[in-house]
């Protein structure tokens, strides 16, 4: 059993920053795959962007592409999503994820087995 914790969220105008943390405790394996989804009110969840555990691979979202970096520190257990240059259209909150078996970085947030709370991300204009 995996379980998911995120944090950093919070209110940030145009242009700014923000890193969001997901500490995972439980079993981590190299084949995990980490994903970050958003979900903004009235929409679906949207991927934001995905890496293996051992960091051998990434994959962003084009919404996000260029802004948004993804890294993981698995001394700590923790994956980041840094987001750079926000805009009031990143509003959503914020989901980390665990995809434990299927192998391959899934953009459907059906394809993954553990969720964190949210966090939520605010940008105001």
């Known amino acids: 059993q995996v379980q998911l914790v995120e944090s950093g969220g919070g209110l940030v105008q145009v242009g700014g920053s923000l890193r969001l943390s997901c500490a995972a405790s439980?079993?981590?394996?190299?084949?995990?795959?980490m994903g970050w989804f958003r979900q903004a009110p009235g929409k679906e969840r949207e991927f934001v962007g995905g890496i293996y555990w051992s960091g051998r691979s990434l994959y962003y979202a084009d919404s996000v592409k260029g802004r948004f970096t993804i890294s993981r520190d698995n001394a700590k257990n923790t994956v980041y999503l840094q987001m750079n240059s926000l805009k009031p259209e990143d509003t959503a909150v914020y989901y980390c994820a665990v995809d434990s078996w299927r192998g391959s970085i899934f953009s459907s947030p059906a394809e993954y087995d553990y969720w964190g709370q949210g966090t939520q991300v605010t940008v105001s204009s």
């Open positions: 439980g079993p981590t394996f190299s084949n995990y795959v």
